[in-house]
């Protein structure tokens, strides 16, 4: 079975700085992507940032030079460091893992979402 758990998150001004973690334990093959996504009030998940195994990584236009994404391949863990915050950021953010289990197939795995809030 396949956890993914997050942390971080919280309150920001605005022009501020947060970091989340997203840690993925269990027994797996390979993870061959991770990512972070986010949803607010009345809006559809979107895509924040990526990156995969090889280290490629891709963002959303909206956070493009402001968050960076990271991952740390000896501990299973994405990092999404955010700042220059901006109230617009404000919802809930998930991590993702495309994750190729011990039995060959892939599955995408979610963990659960963490509130982000950004007042201006």
């Known amino acids: 079975q396949v956890q993914l758990v997050v942390s971080g998150g919280g309150l920001s001004q605005a022009g501020g700085s947060l970091r989340l973690s997203c840690a993925a334990s269990?027994?797996?093959?390979?993870?061959?992507?991770m990512g972070w996504y986010r949803q607010a009030p009345g809006n559809q998940r979107e895509l924040v940032a990526a990156?995969?195994?090889?280290?490629?990584?891709n963002y959303a236009d909206s956070v493009k030079g402001r968050f960076t994404i990271s991952r740390d391949s000896a501990k299973n863990t994405v990092y999404l460091q955010m700042n220059s915050l901006k109230p617009e950021d404000t919802a809930v953010y998930y991590c993702?893992?495309?994750?190729?289990?011990?039995?060959?197939?892939?599955?995408?795995?979610w963990g659960q979402g963490t509130q982000v809030t950004v007042s201006s």
């Open positions: 990156i995969t195994s090889g280290g490629s990584t």
């Open positions: 269990g027994t797996f093959f390979s993870i061959n992507s």
């Open positions: 993702k893992a495309d994750i190729t289990t011990i039995l060959k197939y892939r599955s995408n795995y």
